[in-house]
Nanobody
Framework: QVQLVESGGGLVQAGGSLRLSCAAS????????MGWSRQAPGKEREFVAR????????YYTDSVKGRFTISRDNAKNTVYLQMNILKPEDTAVYYC??????????????WGQGTQVTVSS
């Protein structure tokens, strides 16, 4: 059983930056593809970014390409999401997930509790 704990959310003005972290425990972190998704009020959860086990491959939803960067540190059992040039439409609860498959065919198995990101205009 893998436990995931997100941190780093908060309130930021449009154009600003935040760095989310997700610390994993209870499993072999390097065995898992990791991903970030988000859910805005009244909307379905959507995928944001994924990273392969060896961090050689990444995959982003179109709306965040060029602004967000996913990375991982397998020695620290942590995955990050660097978010730059934030927009009000990025406001959501952000979740990290660990799973199997690939960055293109990701099957989530474990989820964190989420961290709120609010971008003011």
């Amino acid at each position: 059983q893998v436990q995931l704990v997100e941190s780093g959310g908060g309130l930021v003005q449009a154009g600003g930056s935040l760095r989310l972290s997700c610390a994993a425990s209870g499993g072999t972190f390097s065995n898992y593809v990791m991903g970030w998704s988000r859910q805005a009020p009244g909307k379905e959860r959507e995928f944001v970014a994924r990273i392969s086990r060896s961090h050689s491959n990444t995959y982003y939803t179109d709306s965040v390409k060029g602004r967000f960067t996913i990375s991982r540190d397998n020695a620290k059992n942590t995955v990050y999401l660097q978010m730059n040039i934030l927009k009000p439409e990025d406001t959501a609860v952000y979740y990290c997930a660990a799973g199997s498959g690939t960055t293109m065919d990701f099957r989530e198995r474990y989820w964190g509790q989420g961290t709120q990101v609010t971008v003011s205009s």
